[in-house]
């Protein structure tokens, strides 16, 4: 795909390919603009690893009797090094969730240690508990933590990141909307339940951005309202 249709890849959803059972190593690795995979089971490690586009979708039987949110269904190190695409998980992810993502976005419903550690871009929605450790090293990118019981402060890395609510309409139409998405790939129970109770757990997200990359985000924004051809102090235009 690649080789010849280019960085650019196919339309979205132009392959479809759906799995059942057990993936092994690099599920999804280097996947392509346009390419779906659908995976009914559960992957080892490295799933989505250097993934530049596509979607990646994995969630549970219908016929299991366990909860999908307390359960491990992506291993370790999801998203190594991915650029774009998405994923979505209906369950619980391993350790180094999302380690160097650099453009991809994903829903998962909890991780373990050292989630989004030295991520640089996308964002990363987590329905779920954090393990330790969590935006080590951050330097780019947005994660949205689901906290009702007010841990992820203790649990973060917080040399890099800062910590705020989510109350910019435009952080809540992501989070809303990638929700959504999730909710509509995987059939997932929890995402279904914040979806129908989302006025009043909205609030309980937590949005952890890298303290360098807001800074960016506000110059950016500032000189974008700065009237143009305005003289500044000292000599120049902007």
């Known amino acids: 795909i690649a080789r010849r249709f280019g960085a650019r890849g196919l339309t979205d959803n132009s ?9 092994g190593q690099s ?13 009914c089971g559960d992957a080892n490690d490295y799933i989505g690893k250097g993934m530049s586009g596509g979607r990646i979708v994995v969630y549970p039987p219908a016929t299991a009797r366990f ?3 307390d359960n491990v269904i992506i291993g370790n190190v999801a998203l ?4 774009a695409g998405d994923l979505f998980a209906c369950g619980l992810a391993g350790e180094r969730f999302a380690v160097r993502n650099s453009g991809a976005r ?13 991520m640089t871009g996308g964002v990363v929605v987590v329905l779920g508990p954090v393990g330790r450790n969590f935006a080590a090293g951050m330097s780019g990118g947005t994660a949205y933590v689901y906290d009702p019981t007010s841990v992820l402060r203790s649990r973060a890395n917080l040399e890099m990141v800062e910590l705020e609510s989510v109350v910019d309409e435009s952080d809540m139409w992501l989070v809303h909307s990638m929700i ?3 909710v509509r790939f995987t059939g997932s129970p929890l995402g279904r339940r914040v979806m129908d109770n989302w006025e009043h757990l909205v609030a309980r ?5 890298p303290t360098d990359y807001k800074r960016v985000l506000q110059a950016r924004r500032a000189a974008a309202r700065r009237p143009s051809g305005l003289t500044l102090v000292g000599g120049g235009r902007s």
Do not use: N, Q, S, W
Not at 80 to 83: D, E, L, V
Not at 106 to 118: K, L, P, R
Not at 205 to 209: R, S, T, Y
């Open 15 to 23: 392959i479809r390919v759906r799995f059942t059972g057990l993936a």
């Open 27 to 39: 599920f999804g690795a280097f996947l392509a603009p346009g390419v779906t995979l659908e995976l």
């Open 67 to 69: 909860a999908p949110h």
């Open 80 to 83: 190594y090094g991915a650029t």
């Open 106 to 118: 994903a829903v998962v419903e909890g991780v373990g240690d050292h989630g989004c550690e030295y």
């Open 180 to 182: 959504e998405a999730h």
């Open 205 to 209: 997200f937590v949005k952890v951005m």
